[in-house]
């Protein structure tokens, strides 16, 4: 059974850090596209940002210069770094395993999901 489970989530002041973390299980296959989405209330699902099997990664303008996405897929674990994070930040954040052929941050070309962790930045 394929299984996505994130954690590293919680309350943090704006300007802080948290590295998120999504567990990997029932698969092997690093040629996958994997990412981090998130969800605000009363908002649609938006990606945050993507890595393929080359370790290539695409953005969300919104987080350029403060998210670090990576993989290690020897620990089949995705990691999101959250650095400068800002009252807008606050969402949950799900990690979700798409398609070997194309990467990007396009919600609908992903079909595993995890249960989402929640993230919490106070001003």
């Known amino acids: 059974q394929v299984q996505l489970v994130e954690s590293g989530g919680g309350s943090v002041q704006a300007g802080g850090s948290l590295r998120l973390s999504c567990t990997t299980s029932?698969?092997?296959?690093?040629?996958?596209?994997i990412g981090w989405f998130r969800q605000a209330p009363v908002k649609e699902r938006e990606g945050v940002a993507s890595?393929?099997?080359?370790?290539?990664?695409t953005y969300a303008d919104s987080v350029k210069g403060r998210f670090t996405i990576s993989k290690d897929n020897a620990k089949n674990t995705l990691y999101l770094q959250m650095n400068s994070l800002k009252p807008e930040d606050t969402a949950m954040y799900y990690c979700?395993?798409?398609?070997?052929?194309?990467?990007?941050?396009?919600?609908?070309?992903?079909?595993?999901w995890g249960q989402g962790t929640q993230v919490t930045v106070s001003s």
């Open positions: 029932g698969f092997t296959d690093t040629s996958l596209c």
């Open positions: 890595i393929d099997s080359n370790g290539i990664t």
């Open positions: 979700a395993a798409g398609s070997r052929f194309v990467c990007s941050r396009v919600v609908g070309l992903f079909g595993v």
